[in-house]
């Protein structure tokens, strides 16, 4: 999987969800490039254009993914990708059944309509990765910024690696 592939298949998400309906004239998503290199760790920049110019709630926001290889004395050898999303919602700082409803709404998304689309998509055959439930996780997010707060869904995408592990000598010199 590519990094493309991966960012055209979210925002694809974001386009055709109803609850989210991201356009170019209604922006409802963007990149963050999330990184371990401890002087550069987050890339805001789209997400901060998206704030300045047309952003709506909610938002995805979806983090570059870090990825594994992983060999289980198998036939088959795994490239890992772990990822994440992020749906934010606007809330009134300080109004706590605002930032219920927030929470609420943006875990309500990602539990009932992006997981079970990923997961679709998956089991369909739609895509090239395994999701394995066992590695999926939601966490609370915020507040950001103008007071933001919603739900990160965290996952590991499964891809083999079999086909590009083989050693090609036209490569060298």
Not at 103 to 127: A, F, G, N, S, W
Not at 161 to 168: D, G, I, V
Request: net charge negative.
């Amino acid at each position: 999987m590519r990094h493309s592939q991966y960012t055209a298949y979210f925002r694809s998400l974001a386009t055709n969800l109803k609850s989210i309906s991201h356009s170019p004239e209604e922006m409802h998503f963007a990149r963050v490039i999330r990184t371990q290199d401890p002087f550069a760790r987050l890339d805001l920049e789209e997400f901060l254009q998206a704030a300045r110019n047309k952003m709506k709630f909610p938002f995805l926001l979806l983090e570059t993914y870090d990825s594994s290889l992983m060999d289980r004395i198998s036939d088959n050898k795994w490239e890992l990708f772990e990822g994440g999303v992020i749906l934010l919602e606007k809330a009134t700082k300080g109004n706590f059944d605002s930032i219920e409803a927030a929470l609420d709404k943006t875990e309500m998304i990602l539990k009932e309509e992006l997981l079970p689309c990923l997961y679709h998509d998956y089991k369909q055959k739609r895509v090239e990765w395994h999701l394995d439930l066992n590695d999926v996780s939601f966490e609370k997010v915020g507040p950001v910024g103008d007071y933001l707060v919603g739900t990160r869904l965290n996952f590991i995408l499964k891809v083999t690696a079999n086909r590009y592990l083989k050693f090609n000598p036209d490569l060298l010199k």
